[in-house]
T-cell receptor
């Protein structure tokens, strides 16, 4: 039983292309996140949705657009891909926005390589 | 804003005990969390401390001293499978109603035979 799943796991594409990453959680959580992890393993929040409402929108190029069709799904669309977008993108979820423990469940990640 | 500092790398031998430190700077504090991430894997939640003291979960323990803005993760009876990156994390109180976590840069633990 996969708690948080992402597709695809690997994505290799050329500069200028548009791509999407999909995420689904079957935990019944209200809140979902997108993180970017760079080559130095720095993990940074990009976006968060709570019950389909965007609540965190970090300083991210507007080529990145999240979309949450329902509270179990959160997708990430990236336009005009650049070399610097190469990273691992993680989807995560938490029971509620203010889970006091900070416990978030992460998906397996999508390794994006832009050539 | 919030900031966290961790050592970048720690090396230890199998069976030993290792401590991974984390110091933080926050304008307020709601607790310190720890995550483990194996190479090629996803971060997984390990522990959370809101109050001072030691919390033990099997071979792993986590400690917090709020007065020192300091915490650590203690791994005992190290096993090869403990080789991973370990991240501490705190809430960003500038957006306290959003659940935003700020992660440290991670400590890579290498366990040697």
């Amino acid at each position: 039983d996969t708690a948080v799943s992402q597709t695809p796991k690997y994505l290799v594409t050329q500069m200028g292309n548009d791509k999407s990453i999909k995420c689904e959680q079957n935990l019944g959580h209200d809140t979902m996140y997108w993180y970017k992890q760079d080559s130095k393993k720095f993990l940074k929040i990009m976006f968060s949705y709570n019950n389909k409402e965007l609540i965190i929108n970090e300083t991210v190029p507007n080529r990145f657009s999240p979309k949450s069709p329902d509270k179990a799904h959160l997708n990430l669309h990236i336009n005009s891909l650049e070399l610097g977008d190469s990273a691992v993108y993680f989807c995560a979820s938490s029971q509620e926005v203010w889970d006091p423990t900070g416990e978030q469940y992460f998906g397996p990640g999508t390794r994006l390589t832009v050539t | 804003g919030q900031s966290l500092e961790q050592p970048s790398e720690v090396t230890a031998v199998e069976g030993a005990i290792v401590q991974i430190n984390c110091t933080y700077q926050t304008s307020g504090f709601y607790g310190l969390s720890w995550y483990q991430q194996h190479d090629g894997g996803a971060p997984t939640f390990l522990s959370y401390n809101a109050l001072d003291g030691l919390e033990e979960t099997g071979r792993f323990s986590s400690f917090l001293s709020r007065s020192d803005s300091y915490g650590y993760l203690l791994l005992q009876e190290l096993q090869m499978k403990d080789s991973a990156s370990y991240f501490c994390a705190v809430r960003d109180l500038g957006s306290s109603n959003t659940g935003k976590l700020i992660f440290g840069q991670g400590t890579t633990l290498q366990v040697k035979p």
